[in-house]
């Protein structure tokens, strides 16, 4: 079996090409060893690019545990460099992912441009004032961290608060991801913001769908698009239209989506 390594902005994948379909999609424990950082290649997640009608190819995407999951906007990005590295596309990419069809474009100096769904408005979360909840194709808990909880994004135990609210009853069965944020001095400039991973159980470098859920948020606090977000791994970029019953519409993620290695298993 012939495997990829892709990350964008630090948020990694194995990538099998599986055109021919032969991939066993029930076979959770061999995708959670494959995702293993002793045990395997080392992932956030595993996606399959397959041929589907109508598309470019199809995205399917598993969580580090081994579960298929909702979508994965690093992992689409990270998806449509590996079609240009096949030859599949060009600059170009029409493709569907569980959430539904994905326009994506990729540019000269290696960004990838993917097109989100259109989002919902944002939402009060049950914990306060400084919570929202925006699904982006996957669900997301954004907290704001207050200047009166005294500590930095940087000092913010992301792995202990994000876990508890990710197994708090309010999201049950089917849990969400958390993004912690700090607010710029300036709304113009880049939001720093961490998360915790559903499926992945732990903080990771970046995730796209969640600095989608931040950037909307953050457009409610003064931030105006395009939002540029800071993660552990790197920076992305959200461009947006509010639509005029507060939802979103011309939603695209942008950032790196870089192969790091490839070989045989
Ligand atoms: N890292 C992803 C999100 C992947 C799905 C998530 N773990 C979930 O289960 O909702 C991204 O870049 O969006």
Redesign the pocket.
């Known amino acids: 079996m012939t495997f990829h390594k892709y990350q ?1 902005t630090g ?1 990694d994948f194995v990538i099998l090409d599986d055109r021919a379909a032969q991939f066993d999609l029930t076979n959770q424990p061999l995708i959670a060893r494959l995702c293993h950082r002793r045990f395997g290649i080392g992932a ?2 595993l996606m399959l690019l397959r041929n589907t009608e109508g598309y470019d190819f199809e995205m399917v ?1 598993f ?1 580090a545990d081994g579960n298929p ?7 689409g990005r990270c998806l449509v460099a590996f079609a240009k590295h096949l030859g599949i596309i060009d600059k170009e990419a029409n493709f569907l992912a569980v959430d539904g069809p994905h326009q994506a474009r990729v540019e000269a100096d290696g960004t990838v441009r993917l097109k989100m769904i259109d989002v919902a408005p944002v939402q009060e979360a049950w914990v306060g004032e400084e919570d929202v909840f925006v699904h982006t ?3 997301h808990h954004v907290h704001f961290l207050d200047a009166s909880e005294g500590h930095t994004l940087a000092e913010f135990d992301v792995y202990g608060a994000g876990h508890d609210i990710r197994y708090d009853q309010a999201y049950d069965p089917a849990g ?2 958390v993004n912690f944020v700090e607010t710029p001095a300036d709304p113009a400039h880049p939001w720093p913001v961490r998360t915790y ?4 159980e732990d903080e ?1 470098l ?5 600095v ?1 859920a931040v950037a909307l948020a953050a457009s409610q606090r003064g931030a105006t698009s395009p939002v540029r977000l800071q993660t552990p791994g790197g920076l992305l970029e959200v461009s947006f239209d509010v639509r005029a019953d507060g939802g979103f519409e011309n939603v695209w993620l942008s950032g790196p989506a870089v192969r790091v290695f490839g070989g045989e298993l």
């Open positions: 964008g948020n956030d997640g995407y969580n999951s909702s979508m994965c906007g690093n992992g194709g996957s669900p969400t991801n991973e559903r499926g992945v990771t970046s995730c796209g769908t969640g989608t």
